[in-house]
């Protein structure tokens, strides 16, 4: 016999129903802590990355009163002139009291090794300015640049810092002069790479990285959307179709220095493609990508109702017919959508990239997919593994840079996702 009431039986219900509320609100909160706590993290990673790499986007530069002397400058040879002479004759002029074998060295390094360089485009740019004087503004060294931005400090003992006293005595002077001052680091957004942090540019390997993407872009697109196409609409049930459905799923959980190893062994051992360059790193990437376009592919090919075939078939359509001219165009929003995201995997992909070459040191920037190249990922490696402390600015810049590429490249897949999406 049951003694339970009513009232008792509805005392317990209410009990078990309040638990269950108190442990869906400590779940919704947990859930809204960990977004808040993922949030957090990626702001300080951004915070950090920016306040990095913000700095790499300015350079000090010191005015020079260049005179640009017939005499050392050969009209028959200009390429073989003494640049680096006119640069050490304008600093000696400025500091007349330096004497030493030592100061001159320091004083010299006040100055960018590029300043030559810069002064040797000028001249073979304009043969005229031979046998005048003219001010130009030369990148300063790397150290002079770094203390400049408040990165290095004076009150810091002389011998535990790289700019010594005298040269912050000739900095000051010159800053007294009006002769140095930051301006917008073009070189960063111009020049290829470097072994001197102020003369090193990120153009060379975002000529890499685009020409990789654009290989990567026209062989994995079509092949990829012609699998899924196949693989959802003609192909038969049986169990070979089965075998590639699983091993495309596999490859897309694949490590990606495996595809690396692989482009290794075919396209540089076999084939004898040449090493370092955006037509074997495409292809590599290829081979990555084309797995995670064939899934969202099939996927998109899938949310199309099927009301669709069947009204194509029974007006008389053939079955490429429906899936050509109604099929396909209703799932291409999806499969682009996919294949952008795959893109920016692509794109920030270092691993099979340095088993085939692409961590070689590039200075000329590339012109054409056979051309020696790196890319950007591969780019800020090096960086990062670079001991000079100018670099650390540089490497977060080049972070930043890579990550608006790949914020844009998912903001246009979201956009196309909105925009072309249809609703059943």
């Known amino acids: 016999m049951n003694n339970k009431t009513p009232d008792s039986s509805r005392q317990l219900i209410q009990k078990k129903l309040a638990r269950r509320y108190r442990t869906e609100k400590w779940f919704r909160r ?108 030369v990148p300063a060294s790397d150290d002079v640049d770094l203390f400049f931005k408040g990165k290095i400090s004076r009150d810091v003992v002389e011998s535990n810092r790289r700019i010594k006293d005298i040269q912050l005595k000739w900095i000051d002077r010159l800053q007294t002069e009006n002769r140095i001052e930051k301006r917008l680091n073009t070189t960063f957004f111009t020049a290829g790479d470097s072994r001197d942090p102020e003369l090193a540019g990120i153009r060379g390997a975002l ?78 990437l290829t081979l990555m990508t084309l797995p995670t376009i064939i899934i969202s592919g099939r996927a998109a090919l899938k949310a199309v109702p099927p009301s669709i075939r069947e009204a194509a078939l029974g007006i008389g359509a053939s079955r490429m017919q429906m899936v050509m001219h109604h099929v396909l165009p209703l799932a291409m929003p999806g499969m682009l959508t996919g294949t952008i995201i795959g893109m920016a995997q692509a794109l920030g992909e270092t691993a099979p990239l340095l088993t085939i070459g692409m961590v070689a040191f590039i200075v000329d920037i590339p012109g054409s997919f056979i051309d020696p190249a790196t890319v950007m990922p591969v780019q800020i490696y090096l960086w990062a593994d670079s001991p000079e402390r100018a670099f650390v600015e540089k490497t977060s810049a080049a972070i930043m840079i890579l990550l608006l590429f790949l914020i844009s490249m998912n903001a246009v897949a979201v956009f196309l996702r909105k925009k072309f999406e249809k609703s059943w």
């Open 30 to 137: 947990l859930g809204a802590m960990a977004v808040l706590i993922s949030i957090a993290f990626l702001g300080i990673l951004l915070v950090t990355i920016v306040g990095k790499g913000s700095s790499a986007f300015q350079q000090t530069f010191v005015k020079l009163d260049i005179h640009f002397d017939a005499e050392v400058l050969d009209v028959k040879n200009l390429s073989r002139a003494n640049y680096p002479g006119l640069v050490k004759s304008n600093l000696r002029s400025l500091f007349p009291e330096v004497k030493g074998r030592r100061d001159k060295k320091k004083l010299y390094n006040l100055v960018s090794n590029g300043a030559a360089f810069q002064l040797q485009d000028m001249v073979m740019g304009d043969t005229s300015i031979i046998g005048r004087t003219k001010s130009v503004w």
């Open 207 to 284: 000529s890499g990285t685009i020409l990789t993407l654009i290989v990567t872009l026209a062989l994995s697109f079509p092949i990829g959307v012609a699998t899924a196409v196949y693989l959802e609409e003609f192909a038969p049930k049986n169990k070979w179709t089965d075998i590639i459905e699983v091993n495309i799923n596999n490859l897309a959980a694949v490590p990606s220095i495996v595809f690396g190893l692989l482009g290794l062994a075919v396209y540089i051992n076999f084939f004898g493609l040449p090493r370092s360059v955006p037509l074997v790193g495409g292809l590599v």
